[in-house]
């Protein structure tokens, strides 16, 4: 999503200044520094070394959900998958006291981290809830994970409206940058589905024109 780690800096910012830690490390640096230090790690993309001084002061002190999370954010950005939903799943309704883009960074990066598993059904309820509290200019992205959930799932209806809502969304608020693949990219899924949904009206139809020709056989039987 746009503008992630600009987000997520700020509010390490704003979680460091507010935090309270008691103890200090074993070679004397106050703990609140080394939360200074995880930031520092942090902004400049130093994802391990941020989360080896987070999960230490967690190990310590039991930190709050919110560096729960942050620590699920390091793993996420180090394709930790498994570890990152780890520390985001248990902590997602206790999060929900935070600001409504601070949550959806949270939500996304829950949902992507399932979705890249392909782990779909825990996926969708994590981008639906994204829905509620993301910006209008990134819902064509989660619209779009959705309709590849759902697609997954074989689930062609769901599958084609998610579609048809995040080309609206994108026509709205722009596209990625890899605008032509995009949509090239989406009207070669709706075609999908619709010939998807196309046979399974078919399918239906001869079901219930057997169904009837059954019927009628089994009275003149009788």
Known sequence: MRGIRTLIIFMFITAVCNTRLPGQTVN?????EQLTIALEYFSSGKYIEARNILTRLDK???LNPRFKAYIGLCF???WEYDKACRYLDPYIA???VYA???RSVYFF????SHFLLEEYDRAIPLYEKTLTVCYGKEKG?????LAYCYMNNKEWQNTLDCLDSALSFYEQFGYPEDKSARVIQIQKMIAGCKKKLKQGNKTNKD???QENTTEKTKMKCD
């Open 28 to 32: 004397g640096m106050p703990d609140k």
């Open 60 to 62: 310590r002190y039991k």
């Open 76 to 78: 996420y950005y180090t």
């Open 94 to 96: 206790d999060l929900e």
């Open 100 to 102: 409504p883009h601070e």
């Open 109 to 112: 990066a829950d949902a992507e």
């Open 141 to 145: 992205d989660v619209f779009f994970r």
């Open 207 to 209: 079901n219930v024109k």
